[in-house]
């Protein structure tokens, strides 16, 4: 059996809707991970992320750290 990447994507927008989910900006925010158990390796690669980006002239990933 193959995995339909496009079957799993309208089912998980379903699935959304009937949790009554939203993709809007502050229901995002507010189910990111805060980043308060987070090792200094992995805020330190987070950083390192966040400066490569902006180096390439992109929008980094939202990321608390």
């Known amino acids: 059996m193959r995995f339909d990447f496009y079957a799993f994507i309208t089912e998980a927008e379903q699935r959304k809707r009937e949790?009554?989910?939203?993709?809007?900006?502050?229901?995002?925010?507010?189910?990111?991970?805060?980043?308060?158990?987070?090792?200094?390796?992995?805020?330190?690669?987070l950083e390192r992320m966040d400066q490569r980006a902006r180096k390439a002239g992109r929008n980094p990933i939202p990321a608390h750290f």
Do not use: F, I, P, W
Request: positive net charge; hydrophobic residues 40%; glycine residues 12%.
């Open 19 to 45: 949790l009554g989910l939203s993709d809007d900006a502050a229901a995002v925010e507010a189910l990111r991970n805060k980043g308060g158990a987070r090792t200094s390796r992995k805020r330190a690669m």
